[in-house]
């Protein structure tokens, strides 16, 4: 079960998804991330000073959901393990930038910052439609 | 840090927000779930039978997301621990119910299922509001 099923792949070129990650204390923290849909894998451009990303180092288990927002009865959500690569040229930045109108991440990020690319590699796929 | 601030208190009668809970091997499961805003706590109404309310039983860790879905860039993350009680007579799911326009929340059940009053006891209330 970490096939996308077609049912629900629009929500894979949606403009937000909820990253869940585990804090230190082991309680799972949600935040609202771009995210880019590519070569068939969810992936997202995290600034390595966040909360967040020191997170998935620490602990890869986390979760991607994607809300239908028109409908609310449906939903994905990718569970598995996160893979962190570095991201120091912001290629891939550039890639999720193009995503969102043509952004430049670094306008989010102080000059010393740097960027990691998160891969969520799936263990469940979960996907959810029960109308609405 | 567990004060809701007045900046996102609307958040908290919104339709619809994000639980997570952790299954058996630490990962998230995030699902989107109806909950009520009653003496100023968080609640939800949940089936015994259903994988997140065993989730919460062996690990209480837990976190309740609303997003604003006219802006997905405000949120409130309430992270803490789950509080079960038995909810046998179904008195709390009628409050429940009756957020969503009187919906019978037994239509949702089996006749042998039974329901749990969920109470988020949060340690961090992390409130987001990046423009948009």
Same mark, same amino acid.
């Given at each position: ?17 909820? *990253? ?9 923290q #949600?935040?609202? +991330?771009?995210? #880019? ?24 288990e ?10 609310? $009865?449906r $939903? ?7 893979? *962190? ?5 912001y ?5 999720v930038?193009?995503? $969102? ?14 960027? +990691? ?7 469940? +796929?979960?996907? +959810?439609?029960?109308?609405?």
């Open positions: 079960m970490t096939d996308f099923p077609e049912s629900h792949r629009d929500l894979l070129d949606a403009q937000f998804a909820t *990253l869940a990650t585990l804090g230190r204390d082991g309680i799972p #949600l935040t609202e +991330v771009w995210f #880019l849909h590519e070569n068939g894998e969810l992936k997202l451009s995290l600034n390595t000073s966040r909360m967040k990303t020191k997170n998935l180092r620490r602990r890869p986390c979760s991607l959901f994607v809300l239908d927002v028109e409908n609310p $009865y $939903y994905i959500d990718v569970r598995g393990r996160a893979r *962190l690569e570095p991201d120091d040229d290629q891939f930045a550039r890639r930038g193009a995503k $969102y109108g043509g952004a430049d991440l670094r306008d989010h990020d102080a000059p010393s910052d740097s960027r +990691v690319i998160v891969t969520i590699e799936p263990t469940n +796929v979960f996907a +959810v439609n029960m109308g609405g």
